[in-house]
């Protein structure tokens, strides 16, 4: 069973970084997309940055230029490195992960989502 263990969120002043990590096991097949999104009180989850498998991310606007998203697919692991902090980053980050399954049919793969528990970033002004 795919699990996805996240760490490192907690309480940091505005201007402050904190780093996330996020590890992904249980599964005998390679992970596809992996990333984090993140969720305010009376919002709708939203994308922070995702990384394919090959290194190419994609950022939320609001986050370009301030946070780094990386990737150690040897540990099926992703970093998010959230540097100059604002109280409007305040949220429940998400990490999430593709399981890419092939399929019976050459060419053909089943890709399957999986979310970990969340933690908690809260930036103070």
């Known amino acids: 069973q795919v699990q996805l263990v996240e760490s490192g969120g907690g309480l940091v002043q505005a201007g402050g970084s904190l780093k996330l990590s996020c590890t992904a096991s249980?599964?005998?097949?390679?992970?596809?997309?992996m990333g984090w999104y993140r969720q305010a009180p009376g919002r709708q989850r939203e994308l922070v940055a995702s990384?394919?498998?090959?290194?190419?991310?994609n950022y939320a606007d609001s986050v370009k230029a301030r946070f780094i998203l990386s990737r150690d697919n040897a540990k099926s692991t992703v970093y998010l490195q959230m540097n100059s902090l604002k109280p409007e980053d305040t949220a429940v980050y998400f990490c999430?992960?593709?399981?890419?399954?092939?399929?019976?049919?050459?060419?053909?793969?089943?890709?399957?989502?999986?979310w970990g528990q969340g933690t908690q970033v809260t930036v103070s002004s």
């Open positions: 249980g599964s005998s097949f390679s992970f596809g997309t």
């Open positions: 990384i394919t498998s090959g290194g190419t991310t």
């Open positions: 999430s992960a593709t399981e890419v399954v092939p399929g019976t049919i050459r060419g053909s793969r089943y890709e399957y989502d999986y």
